[in-house]
Every structure is written in C-alpha cells, then in structure tokens.
Nanobody, 123 residues
Framework: VQLQASGGGLVQAGGSLRLSCAAS????????MGWFRQAPGNEREFVAT????????YYAGSVKGRFTISRDNAKNTVYLQMNTLKPEDTAVYYC?????????????????WGQGTQVTVSS
C-alpha cells in the first residue's frame, strides 16, 4: 500500500485545514487507518484512528472535539478535518494503514506510512 498525504499548509490559529490520504497499490477498505504527527524534537504521536468501516473512531485527548477522521473506501482515501487549530498543532502529519480491521493507537500496529504533510499554525 502506498499512501500519499496532502492538504497541509500555513494557517492562523483558529483556522481549519483538511488533510487527505490517498492510497494506491492495494485497497484500504479492510484496514484500520490512522493519523500521527511529529513536531521537531518530539516523537511521533498518535492523533486519530478509524476502523475499516468508518463506524468507530478514537482521538488523542489534545485533538478530541476539534479534529474529525473519516474515510471514503470507494475513493481509497482517508481524511482528517482539523478545526480550531492551535500553534501546538504544528507538526508533520502522517497517515498510516494497519493490517487489521479495528482501530489502532500504537505506531507499531501500522505497517504502511505516507510521506507526511507539514501543518504550521501561526499565533
């Protein structure tokens, strides 16, 4: 599975961005998907995950209520809608695909990773 993340950019605090993760090579319709982020000097951290059907999601506490993960299996694409962005959301955002159906929180549970897209939130 090849993953291509896009949609990052520079936005002011309080603004919104929508990230997309387009998959190719294999379908992701039977895979849980996740978004992670990594700020300079920090480890890659969990942001959000969604199960294979889109019916179950889970969020990191720092983004819950502001971010929404969704998927369109017909388009082989996963999305991350980010609202009310804060400067501390600044990071490179990565999408990832697992080999299982249920959502996953750990980096080690994901087998495939995209190249990342930069999100910068100015204060």
């Amino acid at each position: 599975v090849q993953l291509q993340a896009s949609g990052g950019g520079l936005v002011q605090a309080g603004g919104s961005l929508r990230l997309s993760c387009a998959a190719s090579g294999r379908t992701i319709s039977s895979r849980a998907m996740g978004w992670f982020r990594q700020a300079p000097g920090n480890e890659r951290e969990f942001v959000a995950t969604i199960n294979w059907s889109g019916e179950s999601t889970y969020y990191a506490g720092s983004v819950k209520g502001r971010f929404t993960i969704s998927r369109d299996n017909a388009k082989n694409t996963v999305y991350l809608q980010m609202n009310t962005l804060k400067p501390e959301d600044t990071a490179v955002y990565y999408c990832a695909a697992s080999d299982g159906l249920a959502y996953r929180l750990r980096k080690d549970d994901y087998s495939y990773w995209g190249q990342g897209t930069q999100v910068t939130v100015s204060s």
